[in-house]
């Protein structure tokens, strides 16, 4: 299922996401883009929306998301 986050907090590990009902989740940099370096403040910005797909919810409840990449329609 993919979803629709908005940008809450950004780490230099990753950025965290809200969506649906106040529930929120890691988008972590290794599943952000691949080959990403560099400061994930300069390709993001608090309140950017994004497509997630869940990866992961752990024994905590704590959830884990891949970006999911939009390819150009040819």
Known sequence: IVYEGKVTRIEAYGVFIAFGNGKTGLVHISNIWQGITGDLNQRFKI?????VTLLNTDDKGKMSFKREVETPQA
């Open 47 to 51: 309140g950017d929306k994004i497509k």
